[in-house]
């Protein structure tokens, strides 16, 4: 059984930076689409990032120019990196992804089955 294991989250103030971390331990392919969703406290899970198998990367409006999504060399490991943080960006943010091969990657949360547990966001001065 696939677990995907987020690390990094932190609180921060406006405008400073961090790092999240996600590995997908127990697993037996390599997943073609990973992304990071958030969820805010009252709010629905929202997309924020998702890399397609070949490598292209889209975001949602609100964080373009701020966040970075990549792959690491170690197979089914995600980053996001985060630059300029607003305290909007404060939720939850969780690693997903899914065991569907897939050309690219679907913005609909209801698309991925593995969830990790989430690692907290909280930007405040």
């Known amino acids: 059984q696939v677990q995907l294991v987020e690390s990094g989250g932190a609180s921060v103030q406006p405008g400073g930076s961090l790092t999240l971390s996600c590995t997908a331990t127990g697993a037996t392919k390599e997943y073609d689409c990973m992304a990071w969703f958030r969820q805010a406290p009252g709010k629905g899970r929202e997309p924020v990032a998702q890399i397609d198998p070949d490598g292209t990367a889209r975001y949602a409006e609100s964080v373009k120019g701020r966040f970075t999504i990549s792959k690491g060399n170690v197979r089914n490991t995600l980053y996001l990196q985060m630059n300029n943080l607003e305290p909007e960006d404060t939720a939850m943010y969780y690693c997903?992804?899914?065991?569907?091969?897939?050309?690219?990657?679907?913005?609909?949360?209801?698309?991925?089955?593995?969830w990790g547990q989430g690692t907290q966001v909280t930007v405040s001065s």
């Open positions: 997903v992804t899914d065991d569907y091969e897939a050309s690219w990657c679907p913005r609909d949360p209801q698309w991925y089955t593995h």
